[in-house]
């Protein structure tokens, strides 16, 4: 009998080490409000090479990214970016595709225009074309329009 449990308990273990598992990085599917064009492949930090149009992405684990270059992050230190690299930041909440001056929620939401820019919402100018850079010497938050 003894016998017997210690071969069935081998058999399961060898079967749960070998069966696969479902892994945290998998690509996951989109998530209502995602606009087109939306990479599901997306890794903070990580290199990314569209970030003038259809810049949304979304990490591991669901968080929204937007592809951006960020000035001195470059491993050679440059301050613009080299042809067609930047990286993915966190995003603040993506409210889909939404038309430029509509009435948006408030601070801290992100949405794209028909046209695949990003947007974000300026209170009573509602959603804008542009994104938010860090201020001079990292102190402090500036809006740029898109171009």
Same mark, same amino acid.
């Given at each position: 009998?003894?016998?017997?449990?210690?071969?069935?308990? &081998?058999? &399961?273990?060898?079967?749960?080490?070998?069966?696969?598992? &479902?892994?945290?990085?998998?690509?996951?599917?989109?998530? *209502?409000?995602? *606009?087109?064009?939306? #990479?599901?492949? &997306?890794?903070?930090?990580?290199?990314?090479?569209?970030?003038?149009?259809?810049?949304?992405?979304?990490?591991?684990?669901?968080?929204?990214?937007?592809?951006? !270059?960020? *000035?001195?992050?470059?491993?050679?230190?440059?301050?613009?970016?080299?042809?067609?690299?930047?990286?993915?930041?966190? $995003?603040?909440?993506?409210?889909?595709?939404?038309?430029?001056? $509509?009435?948006?929620?408030?601070?801290?939401?992100?949405?794209?225009?028909?046209?695949?820019?990003?947007?974000?919402?300026?209170?009573?100018?509602?959603?804008?074309?542009? #994104?938010?850079? $860090?201020?001079? !010497?990292?102190?402090?938050?500036?809006?740029?329009?898109?171009?």
């Amino acid at each position: 009998m003894l016998r017997e449990l210690v071969i069935a308990a &081998a058999v &399961a273990g060898t079967a749960l080490a070998v069966a696969p598992s &479902a892994a945290a990085d998998e690509p996951h599917g989109p998530f *209502p409000g995602d *606009p087109p064009g939306m #990479s599901y492949e &997306a890794y903070l930090s990580a290199p990314c090479y569209q970030w003038d149009r259809f810049a949304f992405g979304r990490g591991p684990g669901g968080e929204p990214l937007l592809c951006r !270059w960020i *000035p001195g992050q470059s491993p050679i230190g440059m301050d613009r970016p080299p042809e067609g690299v930047g990286f993915w930041v966190l $995003s603040p909440k993506i409210y889909g595709v939404q038309a430029v001056g $509509s009435p948006c929620p408030g601070s801290q939401a992100a949405a794209q225009s028909p046209d695949g820019l990003p947007m974000l919402c300026l209170g009573a100018q509602g959603w804008q074309p542009g #994104s938010m850079h $860090s201020g001079d !010497w990292g102190n402090g938050n500036d809006f740029y329009p898109a171009s």
